[in-house]
Each structure stands twice: as C-alpha cells, then as structure tokens.
C-alpha cells in the first residue's frame, strides 16, 4: 500500500514538471520579438492569450448607457482566452479578444525584458483607467500584472529539446 501511494505521489509530482518542460509557449517581451526577427507586419494577425484574468469595471455605472445594459457593467476576459494582435507598435500591442468597435486592449513593455503586460492610461492602488468598446472602464486588481503569451508553433519557431555534439574529425 505504501509503495502505491509513493508511485502516485511521484508520479503526480514528476508529469506536470516534464509536461511544462516541453512547453512552446513564451510571455512576449521586446528579447523574444527581435530575436525572432518578428516586424510589426509579422506580428499582426498572431495568436496570443492573456496570462491571467482580466475584470474590467465601468467607470459610471450610473450612465444611462450602462443602466440600459447597452454596455456591460463588468467584463471579464478569463485566463487563457485567445486573441489576436491587430496593431503593433515599437513597445506595444494591441490585441482583440472579442469582436466589436474598439474591443481592444494594449499591452505593451517599458524596457526590453520585462514582458508585456495591460497597459492602461493611469494606473492608481492597482486600477487603471482605460477604453473598451467605445466605453471607460477600470481595469481590476491584479489585472496590471496580466501578460501576453505567445505559443511558439505560431511563430513558426520550436526549441531544440536536445543538441549532441559529434565532433570534429581530423
């Protein structure tokens, strides 16, 4: 009895760590654009999906437009949804998770390494201010920290798992 449980604890333990370690999928940062010689033309059109969940607050849910429910109080993009780039600029993109006019955000980086993350016009005790579907709207806690996740199959590109050296013959 013991030694199933241990094999099913080492078991449990070992699959998600070989399973992660063949992962292609990569948080986009200004590295992986110009090591991949990525354009901005290239870059439109690329499936991407968010790191975490985003909740998007309106900003006057009072307003008539918001009351009348022609425009959510609450939107809420899980983790994990799948979007596309429509936009890209030096720093930033601008990607669609839903259709719609002006259902887009912008994720975008301050320096090359950091991945690019939501980006809003202001950002204050965790909320940030910012335009969706013709609307304002506050972005969530934790919403700042939500990145871009780019699978690398999509780009065309796969790691090379394992490289051996033959040698040099003489």
Same mark, same amino acid.
């Given at each position: ?16 760590i ?15 654009r ?8 290239q ?7 968010n ?10 849910p ?24 429509v ?29 690019? #993350?939501?980006?809003?016009?202001n ?25 871009l ?5 999509d780009?065309?590109v ?5 490289h #051996? ?6």
């Open positions: 009895m013991k030694k199933t449980v241990l094999l099913f604890f080492l078991l449990g333990a070992t699959i998600p070989l399973l992660s370690s063949c992962s292609s999928r990569v948080l986009v940062n200004n590295v992986m110009s090591e991949l010689h990525l354009t901005r033309n870059l439109i059109g690329l499936p991407v999906e790191s975490g969940k985003i909740t998007l607050y309106a900003a006057e009072s307003a008539s437009l918001y009351s009348s429910g022609a425009i959510p109080q609450e939107v809420t993009i899980p983790k994990g949804t799948p979007g596309v780039v936009f890209a600029f030096a720093n930033k993109l601008v990607v669609r998770f839903e259709y719609g006019e002006g259902k887009t955000l912008v994720f975008g980086a301050n320096d090359e390494y950091t991945e690019y #993350k939501l980006m809003a016009e950002w204050e005790e965790g909320h940030g201010s910012l335009s969706y579907g013709g609307a304002v709207y506050f972005a969530g806690p934790g919403s700042s920290d939500v990145s996740v780019v699978d690398l199959k780009v065309g796969t790691r090379n798992k394992h #051996k050296v033959r040698g040099i013959e003489y």
